[in-house]
């Protein structure tokens, strides 16, 4: 942690090698990839979209053996270290992971430890606070999403382990920004099936808060389990309005129109064939 005007910022290492958490990898990074996750992030934090930054980049004397393209082709690779900043990295899979292997307890201790630390609109002595919670992650993801849309920006990741609790972008892996409209942009190589594609980004985002909710389930009681299932219906309609307020936007568009959904569809459609 360092704090700064009061607040609390925890630091990150990438590519520093292996952790608990790398499983069956080096935990090492590659030159490319960092650079490309520095100017990224710092150029979404100044789109104003909700990010992790990069406070320094460190090149690596280490080599490092990567499948670039994953075709089979390995080469070495210069490494490198990146010192990545947000206000916490905690993520869905950090509940997710609790919840499966039944650690309840422990679930509940850290879902409290980070409404209190990061959620200070929610009393920690209300009933509901766990409800509360859901709620703010869902409107608040819904809001990313529809970000990340406005500027083309494709994650190329979006498991639960890669969606902060806190709603900002991070873990810049193989994403990318569209040169054109395409919604079946896809920048990961190695996700044949386009699951990440950009135009599935608000349904994965969708899924990814399901499990969230199913990670929440054994800490709700059956009315707030009712409750989080109807906030839930709710993710779609705020992630069109707010896509359609930023749409609007960008547009120039003022007031309401009921033709506003149609010449935003239009143009979209205008810009595929293009």
């Known amino acids: 942690y360092f704090c700064r005007h009061g607040e609390r910022w925890e630091l990150q290492l990438k590519g520093s090698g292996k952790t608990p958490y790398s499983r069956n990898g080096d935990g090492r990074a590659v030159l490319r990839s960092s650079v490309r996750e520095f100017l990224c992030s710092e150029a979404m ?18 080599d490092v053996w990567r499948d670039q393209f994953y075709n089979g082709n390995i ?5 490198a270290i990146v010192l990545r900043v947000a206000k916490s990295w905690f993520r869905i899979g950090s509940l997710e992971i609790l919840a499966h292997s039944g650690e309840l ?15 200070p609109s929610i ?3 209300d009933s509901n606070r766990y409800l509360e919670f859901f709620s703010t992650v869902v409107l608040e993801t819904a809001d990313l999403i529809s970000l990340w849309m406005s500027v083309g920006f494709a994650h190329g990741v979006c498991n639960t382990d ?17 040169d054109s409209y395409d919604p079946n942009f896809v920048p990961n190589t190695s996700d044949d099936e386009g699951r990440y594609k950009i135009g599935n980004q608000a349904s994965v985002g969708l899924f990814n808060l399901s499990k969230l909710l199913q990670a929440l389930k054994p800490l709700l009681d059956p009315r707030q389990k009712q409750l ?3 906030i839930l219906e709710g993710y779609g309609e705020h992630y069109h309005s707010r896509f359609t307020e930023l749409f609007k936007t960008k547009l120039g568009l003022l007031g309401e129109n009921e033709n506003d959904n149609y010449l935003i569809a239009f143009l979209l459609k205008v810009s595929l064939l293009c």
Do not use: W
């Not at 104003?48 to 090149?59: C, N, W």
């Not at 080469?75 to 490494?79: D, N, P």
């Not at 890669?162 to 569209?178: A, E, V, W």
């Open 45 to 62: 934090h100044y789109l104003g979209i909700p990010t992790s930054r990069a406070a320094s980049l460190v090149v690596s004397d280490d």
């Open 75 to 79: 080469k070495k690779e210069r490494g």
């Open 105 to 119: 307890d422990l679930l509940r201790r850290l879902l409290d430890f980070i409404i209190q630390e990061h959620f």
């Open 123 to 125: 009393a920690m002595n």
């Open 162 to 178: 890669n969606f902060s609790l806190l709603s900002i972008t991070i873990d810049y892996g193989p994403f990318g920004f569209m």
């Open 228 to 230: 989080a299932s109807q």
